[in-house]
């Protein structure tokens, strides 16, 4: 089963706008990653934060970690057209930090 | 340096055949790990491989397996195909200290019919 849930499932707004996307998972973990994808290609990874972190930034993106509430955040800032992609929060339970378990995405549009 | 390879990129069989896919992942990364993507399930996890060695596996069916190589490349086969194998599968390899995100490659679109 899933053990990432991503909210919104889908996502529009206009270029220059914040994004914002949240991701729910079950169990306790090792790390928490975000990555993208487009057109049903392959991943690119985004960002990784680790379980003992709360908060971590990347360029336009930020990622906070609520683990009390096995929540995440990813927030993209002046978001472009070409951020337009599917966004995938993933899970790392075991202690190599593999094994990902994905959510079902959001798909983010941007439109100009 | 050179990115995640999978070969080959498209494939189409029929039911009741078998497939080989191939992968290899970036050079010095030892973890390399298979996921399948449906639009159905979304992204699941196949098994991981580190140092020749299936490390985890997921819940998939024994008609799945796979197995790495010496120079840490990778293979998945699926045997006995069924409709339902039809999917985008993914290889991806990382560093193998925990806290690395992983490197995807661009994948083998397969199409049982």
């Known amino acids: 089963s899933q053990q990432g849930e991503e909210d919104p499932q889908a996502l529009s707004i206009q270029e220059g706008e914040n994004a914002t996307m949240n991701c729910s998972y079950k169990?306790?973990?090792?790390?928490l990653q975000w990555y993208r994808q487009n057109s049903g290609r392959g991943l690119v990874h985004l960002i990784l934060i680790r379980s003992n972190e709360r908060e971590k930034h990347s360029g336009r993106l930020r990622v906070t970690l609520d683990t009390s509430k096995k929540s995440s955040s990813l927030l993209i800032t002046a978001s472009r057209a070409a951020d337009t992609a599917s966004y995938f929060c993933?899970?790392?339970?075991?202690?190599?930090?593999?094994?990902?378990?994905f959510g079902k995405g959001t798909t983010l549009s941007v439109s100009s | 340096k050179a990115g995640v390879t999978q070969t080959p990129r498209y494939l189409i069989k029929t039911r009741g055949q078998q497939v080989t896919l191939s992968c290899s992942p970036i050079?010095?990364?030892?973890?390399v790990s298979w996921y399948q993507q449906t639009p159905g399930q979304g992204l699941q996890f196949l098994f991981e491989y580190f140092s020749e060695t299936q490390r985890n596996k997921g819940n998939f069916p024994g008609r799945f397996s796979g197995r790495q190589f010496s120079n840490s490349r990778s293979e998945m086969n699926v045997s006995t195909l069924e409709l339902g194998d039809s999917a985008l599968y993914l290889c991806?390899?990382?560093?193998?200290?925990?806290?690395?995100?992983?490197?995807f490659g661009s994948g083998t679109r397969l199409t049982v019919v």
């Open positions: 050079s010095g990364h030892r973890s």
């Open positions: 169990t306790s973990i090792n790390n």
């Open positions: 993933a899970t790392a339970a075991n202690q190599a930090g593999t094994a990902l378990i």
């Open positions: 991806a390899s990382k560093q193998g200290a925990p806290n690395y995100g992983y490197t």
